[in-house]
C-alpha cells in the first residue's frame, strides 16, 4: 500500500519561512516524477512546484525565487521549502507521486499578515 505522510505545516508570519516534507512509502521512488500542489480556501487545488526523477524542477510563478523543492531519494522523501511567505500562501499542501496519482493526506499552511 502506498503511502505519502506530509509534515511541516501550521502557521507562519509573512516573510517567515516553513519547510514541508512529504515521505513516500512507494517502489521506485527515484524514478518518479513528484510534486507539490496547493488548494487554498474556496479555491481549486493548483500546482506548485515539481521535481522530476533526475532533479529538474518547475514553480507556478506565484511561486518562483521563493519557493524550492527538492527530494533525498535514499530517504524516499520529498521537501518543499518555502521562504518569503505571503499571506495569499495559505493553503492545504498536497504531496503527489505524478505518474501514479497518488495524493498526500495535506497539511496545512497558514500565514498571518
Known amino acids: 500500500q502506498v503511502q505519502l505522510v506530509e509534515s511541516g505545516g501550521g502557521l507562519v508570519q509573512a516573510g517567515g519561512s516553513a519547510r514541508l516534507s512529504c515521505a513516500v512509502s512507494?517502489?521506485?521512488?527515484?524514478?518518479?516524477?513528484m510534486a507539490w500542489y496547493r488548494q487554498a480556501p474556496g479555491k481549486q487545488r493548483g500546482l506548485a512546484a515539481q521535481?522530476?526523477?533526475?532533479?529538474?524542477?518547475d514553480y507556478v510563478d506565484p511561486v518562483r525565487g521563493r519557493f524550492t523543492i527538492s527530494r533525498d531519494n535514499a530517504k524516499k522523501t520529498v521537501y518543499l521549502q518555502m521562504n518569503s511567505l505571503k499571506p495569499e500562501d495559505t493553503a492545504v499542501y498536497y504531496c503527489?507521486?505524478?505518474?501514479?496519482?497518488?495524493w498526500g493526506q495535506g497539511t496545512q499552511v497558514t500565514v498571518s499578515s
Open positions: 503527489h507521486v505524478e505518474d501514479v496519482n497518488y
Open positions: 512507494i517502489s521506485l521512488f527515484s524514478v518518479r516524477s
Open positions: 521535481i522530476s526523477s533526475g532533479g529538474r524542477t
